[in-house]
């Protein structure tokens, strides 16, 4: 019944800026951490930026000072917003977040689609 919905990606020249976001919809339930990854090719998914219901976030260094997360406990949203961006950055970035629905005992992991962003000039 729950989905992650993400939007955003595209082709951006390094030093460009573009902003992602993903939305969970569905019944009534509770989020909590939802975070951002990303896959490069021939790599394993890494984080690229998490952050919990009580606005605590966390950022790698590889992207601390240029990317940011945000999120909107209405709407149950999380944004990425990519500034200064480098050609390594190019991957397939995908949303997750940490559901649980009222009759449910435990919390269930979800991910977004995944959408392709490239940094190329």
């Known amino acids: 019944q729950v989905q992650l919905v993400e939007s955003g990606g595209g082709l951006v020249q390094p030093g460009g800026s573009l902003s992602l976001s993903c939305t969970a919809s569905?019944?009534?339930?509770?989020?909590?951490?939802m975070a951002w990854y990303r896959q490069a090719p021939g790599k394993q998914r890494e984080l690229v930026g998490e952050?919990?219901?009580?606005?605590?976030?966390y950022y790698p260094d590889s992207v601390e000072g240029r990317f940011a997360v945000s999120r909107d406990n209405d709407k149950n949203t999380i944004s990425l917003q990519m500034n200064s961006l480098k050609p390594e950055d190019t991957g397939v970035y995908y949303c997750y977040a940490a559901i649980k629905e009222r009759s449910w005992d435990s919390w269930r992991t979800y991910w977004g689609q995944g959408t392709q962003v490239t940094v190329s000039s």
């Open positions: 952050i919990h219901a009580d606005s605590r976030s």
């Open positions: 569905g019944s009534t339930f509770s989020v909590s951490r």
